[in-house]
């Protein structure tokens, strides 16, 4: 019985050690991530919130300083205006995604530039420029959006 008792409390030492490994292989797999991988994940994210008409949401996942520029009515305004005109997203392809430290017109920080070449039901082809940032939290966050 006594040998029984410590079999099962090795086996849970050796499960418990292995779960921390792939905790940290994990960890590490994200902090390796570059920055523009970061920034891409998270305007996907950002971008699917859009597509879908969740506009108020959109606002509410946006970076600190895109909510202090614009409020939420103001923002669904603007993409009633813009972007339900263009009708339903049909493609998107990633052109380009540029790390920077600075913009015009924004605080010094962490950015990621991002163009898609995108086509909509009633316009066939358009780059959106999406800037997600690093945000206060520590999370990417999207800071502005541009439809030309």
Avoid at 23 to 28: F, K, M, Q, S
Avoid at 38 to 56: C, F, H, M, N, V
Avoid at 58 to 66: I, P
Avoid at 79 to 106: E, F, H, N, V
Wanted: charged share 25%.
């Amino acid at each position: 019985m006594i040998d029984r008792i410590r079999q099962l409390e090795s086996n849970f030492v050796l499960r418990v050690l292995v779960f921390a490994l792939l905790l940290t292989i994990c960890a590490r797999g994200q902090a390796q991530q570059k920055p523009e991988q970061l920034g891409e994940q998270s305007s996907d994210a950002w971008l699917a919130l859009i597509d879908s008409g969740k506009y108020a949401d959109s606002w509410q996942e946006a970076s600190h300083l895109f909510r202090a520029a614009v409020t939420k009515e103001q923002w669904q305004s603007a993409l009633r205006g813009s972007r339900d005109p263009l009708g339903k997203m049909l493609s998107r392809k990633l052109k380009s995604a540029t790390y920077t430290k600075t913009l015009p017109g924004a605080p010094d920080g962490e950015y990621v530039v991002i163009l898609y070449e995108s086509s909509f039901e009633h316009k066939q082809s358009a780059v959106e420029t999406v800037t997600p940032m690093l945000d206060k939290d520590g999370r990417w966050r999207v800071s502005g959006y541009y439809i030309k």
